[in-house]
T-cell receptor, first 115, second 115 residues
C-alpha cells in the first residue's frame, strides 16, 4: 500500500473485553514496530518484528498483551481483558529493513478507549 | 537505560518567526541516532530530521535545523520562517545504532503557530 494502514481508527470497548488492533505495513517492509501513546506522554515501545519473528517483546506491559505477524506482512496486537489504563493511541510503524538503516513510516494509529 | 527530556510542554510563536525546541538526553552509548518527529492532529508521526551522533555537522532539512551538542547531550530543533502548517506536537527521539531497535521518545512539545 501507499502507507502504513491501521484499523480500526477508533475503538471503544468495555472493561474486561478483548480487542484486536491491526497493522498493514508498507509492502516489502520487513521491520514492524508497535508503540503506545498515552495521553500527555511520548511513545512507549511495545514490540518489534523482523519478518515474522519478534526479537524484542520486552515492551509489552503485561501478559494480557500479545502480538503476531504472519506472512511477513500484517500484524495484529491483541489485548485481553482490557483495563481502563489500556486506553491510549496504539501506533504501528514499518521500515524496509532495520530502523537504524531506513526511514521509519508510521500509521495514524488506533485510539483505544476502555470504559 | 536511555532517557529523553523535553522541558517545554507548550510553545507558541508568530508566523514567519523562528522558534527553537529543546531536547536533552542521557545515555552511556557512543553510537546512536537522534530524531525529531512531528505529530499533527492526524496522529501520524512524521520524521522531520535525523542526526547521526558520529557526525559533527548539524543536520538541516529546508527550514528545519538542529543544534547537536554531543558533550552536553543536547539536541535542539530550530524552525525558521515558521508556517501555520508547522502547528503540531514535536517529539525528540533516540535510538542506539545496531542496538535494540527501539526509539525512546520524549514527552513532546506542543507548538502553535499564530497567524
Amino acid at each position: 500500500g501507499a502507507g502504513v494502514s491501521q484499523s480500526p481508527s477508533n475503538k471503544v470497548t468495555e472493561k474486561g473485553k478483548d480487542v484486536e488492533l491491526r497493522c498493514d505495513p508498507i509492502s516489502g517492509h520487513t521491520a514492524l514496530y508497535w508503540y503506545r501513546q498515552s495521553l500527555g506522554q511520548g511513545l512507549e515501545f511495545l514490540i518489534y518484528f523482523q519478518g515474522n519473528s519478534a526479537p524484542d517483546k520486552s515492551g509489552l506491559p503485561s501478559d494480557r498483551f500479545s502480538a503476531e505477524r504472519t506472512g511477513g506482512s500484517v500484524s495484529t496486537l491483541t489485548i485481553q481483558r482490557t483495563q481502563q489504563e489500556d486506553s491510549a493511541v496504539y501506533l504501528c510503524a514499518s521500515s524496509l529493513d532495520r530502523a537504524t538503516n531506513e526511514k521509519l513510516f508510521f500509521g495514524s494509529g488506533t485510539q483505544l478507549s476502555v470504559l | 537505560a536511555q532517557t529523553v527530556t523535553q522541558s517545554q510542554p507548550e510553545m507558541s510563536v508568530q508566523e514567519a518567526e523562528t522558534v527553537t525546541l529543546s531536547c536533552t538526553y542521557d545515555t552511556s552509548e557512543n553510537n546512536y541516532y537522534l530524531f525529531w518527529y512531528k505529530q499533527p492532529p492526524s496522529r501520524q508521526m512524521i520524521l522531520v530530521i535525523r542526526q547521526e551522533a558520529y557526525k559533527q555537522q548539524n543536520a538541516t532539512e529546508n527550514r528545519f535545523s538542529v543544534n547537536f551538542q554531543k558533550a552536553a547531550k543536547s539536541f535542539s530543533l530550530k524552525i525558521s520562517d515558521s508556517q501555520l502548517g508547522d502547528t503540531a506536537m514535536y517529539f525528540c527521539a533516540f535510538m542506539i545504532i545496531f542496538g535494540n531497535e527501539k526509539l525512546t521518545f520524549g514527552t513532546g512539545t506542543r507548538l502553535t503557530i499564530i497567524p
